[in-house]
T-cell receptor
Framework: QKEVEQDPGPLSVPEGAIVSLNCTYS??????FMWYRQYSRKGPELLMY????GNKEDGRFTAQVDKSSKYISLFIRDSQPSDSATYLC??????????????FGTGTQLKVEL | KAGVTQTPRYLIKTRGQQVTLSCSPI?????VSWYQQTPGQGLQFLFE???????NKGNFPGRFSGRQFSNSRSEMNVSTLELGDSALYLC??????????????FGNGTRLTVT
């Protein structure tokens, strides 16, 4: 079993829909949580960065972390065709929590259709 | 501010050869990490450098090595290439060595194809 599980999709939604992307994890040492967006032939681009449990909002994006359930989510409101990409969750325990490396989910491929 | 720059963007090598990939971090960033991305395994951590010292290493064979220079630029080397080394190699930097307090910023990667 992988440390981080993420549904690979593909997920297809109409323009304007609310998108929900999720990851579950097994390592209780994780305390830093990130969402990256990756377009084809590009590197991952940081979208959201949160520490510990709670919600964080940035424009159309909301990240939620529930450490008790070991579950994180990314919500995209009013989705646009330009949001079509692969979304990767990533997490780290920090230096004291097993090292500073990021452990990634496999990514969810999202397509927003006109 | 310029982002993380990786060169070259594309490489084609033959089995048994070696290859060196280069990374220039964002100006002021002193920590550089390398990741391998493949369709089957996703992104996997290779190693992290800070102030010219390797601070963390992933579960890759010794054929994979790296180094960091005094200007924070980094190189990774893969010797005795195998077909399975074909992947997108991503470099990422973070502002300081403050663990966990700043996220990684990635370059666009070097696409390595081994034939």
């Amino acid at each position: 079993q992988k440390e981080v599980e993420q549904d690979p999709g593909p997920l297809s939604v109409p323009e304007g829909a609310i998108v929900s992307l999720n990851c579950t994890y097994s390592n209780s040492a994780f305390q830093y949580f990130m969402w990256y967006r990756q377009y084809s032939r590009k590197g991952p681009e940081l979208l959201m960065y949160t520490y510990s449990s709670g919600n964080k909002e940035d424009g159309r994006f909301t990240a939620q972390v529930d450490k008790s359930s070991k579950y994180i989510s990314l919500f995209i409101r009013d989705s646009q065709p330009s949001d079509s990409a692969t979304y990767l969750c990533a997490m780290s325990g920090g230096w004291k929590g097993g090292g500073n490396k990021l452990t990634f989910g496999t990514g969810t491929q999202l397509k927003v259709e006109l | 501010k310029a982002g993380v720059t990786q060169t070259p963007r594309y490489l084609i090598k033959t089995r048994g050869q070696q290859v060196t990939l280069s990374c220039s971090p964002i100006s002021g960033h002193r920590s550089v990490s390398w990741y391998q991305q493949t369709p089957g395994q996703g992104l996997q951590f290779l190693f992290e450098y800070f102030s010219e010292t390797q601070r963390n290493k992933g579960n890759f064979p010794g054929r994979f090595s790296g180094r960091q220079f005094s200007n924070s630029r980094s190189e990774m080397n893969v010797s005795t290439l195998e077909l399975g080394d074909s992947a997108l190699y991503l470099c990422a930097s973070r502002p300081t060595g403050l663990e966990g307090t700043s996220p990684l910023h990635f370059g666009n990667g070097t696409r390595l194809t081994v034939t």
